[in-house]
């Protein structure tokens, strides 16, 4: 049982002139493994901020407040240290890594997350199990990390990495971007088996409920100008849906530029 706790987190992006330009401005948030949460929230609003500032982006700098993963400080560790403890994000925008394979790529970090190599006798099924689930022909295996991949080839391939690596903590931000009817089930499949091992908390960060049809969380959570100003059960992603972020925009003020 896992807990991933932050408590008032304030967060200024470095420009490059160097000053901070504050984003977050006090966000609290507990979420424990098997539990599914969302963040939905406009856009600008900070969500993606959020998710590098836990995952340990040198873009950010943490201005006050804490993270902690089971009582450990994840703001003093680095990148790769968070990723050891077992907190996982999948980006909205993955990077492409040019000249590793997919294959060298994925037993790379399975390596480094769980202090010994994967059996080479299982390892090549679990992998093929793995891309065969998220509907990857087994051809990307050899390609390398997200180099010409198509938006949806990207996402699944990050949902190969979700079951592969099987975090404790992990943070989907927009998982759901850009994805076709076919390949968000796929998605939100993966993202479910995950789920129900009962292992992993999920932070699911969307500005729209349609994934959230696939994927049922237990508690939504409004983003908006940098804080959370409502919180409820999946009823609330409907009323988002039928409302929108007009009425917390307005009571949030003049946008901050
Ligand atoms: N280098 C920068 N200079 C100025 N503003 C920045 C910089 N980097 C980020 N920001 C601002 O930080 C704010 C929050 O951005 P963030 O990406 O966290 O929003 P988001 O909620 O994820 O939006 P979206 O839904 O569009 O993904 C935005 O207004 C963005 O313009
Ligand atoms: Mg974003």
């Keep these: 049982?896992?807990?991933?706790?932050?408590?008032?987190?304030?967060?200024?992006?470095?420009?490059?002139?160097?000053?901070?330009?504050?984003?977050?401005?006090?966000?609290?948030?507990?979420?424990?493994?098997?539990?599914?949460?969302?963040?939905?929230?406009?856009?600008?609003?900070?969500?993606?901020?959020?998710?590098?500032?836990?995952?340990?982006?040198?873009?950010?700098?943490?201005?006050?407040?804490?993270?902690?993963?089971?009582?450990e400080d994840v703001l003093e560790m680095s990148v790769d240290e968070r990723a050891r403890a077992g907190l996982f994000l999948a980006m909205q925008y993955p990077v492409e890594v040019p000249g590793v394979s997919v294959a060298n790529f994925l037993r790379t970090a399975k390596t480094a997350i769980d202090g010994e190599a994967p059996k080479l006798r299982t390892w090549g099924?679990?992998?093929?199990?793995?891309?065969?689930?998220?509907?990857?022909?087994?051809?990307?295996?050899?390609?390398?990390?997200?180099?010409?991949?198509?938006?949806?080839?990207?996402?699944?391939?990050?949902?190969?990495?979700?079951?592969?690596?099987?975090?404790?903590?992990?943070?989907l931000d927009e998982t759901d971007s850009g994805l076709d009817v076919d390949a968000l089930r796929v998605v939100s499949e993966g993202v479910n088996r995950v789920r129900d091992t009962g292992d992993t908390g999920l932070l699911l960060i969307t500005h729209y409920t349609r994934i959230l049809r696939y994927i049922k969380p237990d508690h939504v959570h409004v983003f908006v100008a940098g804080r959370i100003v409502e919180q409820g059960g999946p009823e609330l992603a409907d009323k988002l849906e039928e409302s929108g972020y007009e009425r917390y925009v307005a009571g949030a003020g003049p946008a901050r530029v």
């Design 1 to 71: 049982m896992s807990t991933l706790e932050i408590r008032d987190l304030q967060v200024s992006v470095k420009l490059p002139e160097g000053e901070l330009k504050p984003i977050l401005h006090g966000v609290d948030l507990t979420v424990k493994s098997g539990e599914t949460h969302a963040i939905m929230g406009p856009n600008g609003s900070g969500k993606s901020t959020l998710a590098y500032s836990v995952a340990g982006h040198p873009k950010y700098e943490i201005t006050g407040g804490s993270v902690t993963l089971d009582g």
């Design 125 to 171: 099924g679990e992998l093929r199990g793995a891309m065969e689930r998220l509907h990857m022909d087994p051809a990307f295996a050899q390609r390398n990390v997200n180099e010409g991949f198509s938006g949806g080839e990207k996402k699944r391939h990050e949902i190969v990495q979700l079951e592969l690596l099987k975090p404790k903590m992990a943070i």
